[in-house]
């Protein structure tokens, strides 16, 4: 039987990975791994090269995303996959390396996370092989919190932009994200770096992970620091996108006012960036640990260690800041961000939110979706058009896949019209296209609203 190994392996994507350490450990013969990172690479590369070799036997993660064989052998049953929201990840990974055995979190209160029978494993059959545990839950101050108990390993791999021979490193913009947590959760703490210094060689003032961390340092031989997604920008760049989702996207972004904090979802809410008001200064905050973020760069300034939380190629503007994932959820949970703008699979007339997974069919995995739908200081905008392509609604009286949060959402925009959302009192409709008539909303609507006395006609052009 195999020595099995419970370690932490980190990076989000496949930025700041420890990818050295990953070859090598795959070469060791190593199996029925669990493994602890936000993602699991991509084919043939980072934990991608573990699970295209069947060597990992649990994932426990935050988001399946684009990696096609990740889904393929969690569907079919090959593959134990812990999904847990990325800022609960994150957390849990600190509190494991700060001693902390538990703690209580609002995030994924009223959902399948907290109620259990989440599908860990599936039978070739497509029947629940293992379920999650239900979290214990209570209530602080009038809210409720679900219980999550901590992360730590037998080993941490970690990446460091620069290190030390008494183990402090200092990481490199936002290849930070889950690395200082993870350094710190381990047993024994592995780290590569680009640069190994002598000791003294780095200012104490900027040092990331103190040494006392950190058991084994070593240099890698190579560096690819693949990018996954590298997106430019030109200068006579047009934003070239469906007149629908012009609209969509152009509404949502009327609710940012000057000096707010904003989070955007991945694909069409990122876009709402497109369409600032020039007149107003806006913070955009990612979740992989960047505030102050700019717009994709040109060919010449693309930098493998700088991306979002799409993995998109980005940039950072003056007055920005790079930290941790468990810093950039200690932002999200606490209230800091003004407003979060998401897509969805479907919106309840109450405000339940639907946008992580299809059981048996389609696993995105939930991300941040959870930890930034359950801060009470945060406004959360729906984006998505009004129904599926077949017709079927996606605004419902009750949401039918499982929720990313219950009576999270505030309001709906979508190309046909905006809804304002209230978790006692429903639906009600703002503002409508004027190439849409109260029929036509009701027809494409799964569920009863009010419509406000004031009715706003939005123009179609």
Known sequence: MAIVHHHVSIGFGICGIPENLIIALNKTGSKDLTVTSNNCGVAGWGLGILLDDKKIKRMISSYVGENAEFERQYLSGELEVELTPQGTLAERIRAGGAGIPAFYTPTAYGTVIHEGGAPIKYNTDGSIAIASEPRESREFSGRNYVMEKAITGDFALVKAWKGDKAGNLIFRKSSRNFNPAAAKAGKITIAEVEQLVEIGELEPDEVHVPGVYVQRVVVGEEYQKRIEFRTITRDDDVVNIPEKHQRIVKRAAQEFKDGMYVNLGIGLPMLCSNYIDPNITVHLQSENGILGLGPFPHEKDVDADLINAGKQTVTILPGGAFFGSDESFAMIRGGHIHVTI????????????????????????????????????????????????????????????????????????????????????????????????????????????????????????
């Open 342 to 461: 998401l897509g969805a699979m479907q919106v309840s007339q109450f405000g339940d939110l639907a946008n992580w997974m299809i059981p048996k069919k389609l696993v995105k995995g939930m991300g941040g979706a959870m930890d930034l739908v359950s801060s009470s200081g945060t406004k959360v905008v729906v984006a998505m058009e009004h129904a599926v392509k077949s017709g079927a609604h996606k605004i419902l009286q009750e949401c039918s896949l499982p929720l990313t949060g219950k009576s999270v959402v505030d309001m709906i925009v979508t190309e046909k019209c905006v809804f304002e959302v209230c978790s006692k009192n429903g639906l009600t409709l703002t503002e409508i296209y004027e190439d849409q008539t109260i029929k036509d909303i009701q027809k494409a609507t799964g569920c009863p609203f009010k419509v406000a006395d004031n009715l706003k006609k939005l123009s179609s052009g």
